[in-house]
């Protein structure tokens, strides 16, 4: 099994997959995104205040740990994305210490994450 830490951009706590430092919704250290050995991806909530949701059924869902699919929106705070876009932009930067510009989905247009 395979886990990145996920969170928002900052010098003193770095992340392997870091989202734009303006995405003040987003915890430092926000969650763990692990690819298990059977393919799945596995979510795991850090912080306290920022909440994790997941989109099913048209509805989010807060969850604080739990399985997503690939292609289920994530909401990290405010900030929208999939679990396989975090992995496909950490893929691109050898999986460690990825920056990548902010998701459709949640208007982002930042040049790092």
């Not at 250290?29 to 393919?39: R, Y």
């Not at 912080?47 to 949701?53: A, E, F, I, L």
């Not at 604080?64 to 691109?92: F, K, P, W």
């Amino acid at each position: 099994m395979r886990t990145y830490l996920v969170g928002r951009h900052n010098s003193q706590q770095p992340c392997d997959i870091a989202l734009p430092a303006s995405a003040l919704s987003v915890s430092r250290k926000h969650l763990e995104l692990s690819v298990t050995d059977d393919g799945r991806y596995y979510v795991v909530h850090l912080h306290p205040q920022n909440t994790t949701s997941v989109l099913r059924s048209g509805k989010w869902q807060r969850i604080t740990q739990d399985y997503v699919l690939g292609d289920e929106s994530l909401r990290l705070g405010d900030y929208e994305t999939t679990a396989r876009h975090l992995l496909d932009c950490a893929g691109r930067e050898s999986g460690l210490g990825a920056s990548f510009p902010g998701s459709a989905a949640s208007g982002g247009g930042d040049s790092t994450f």
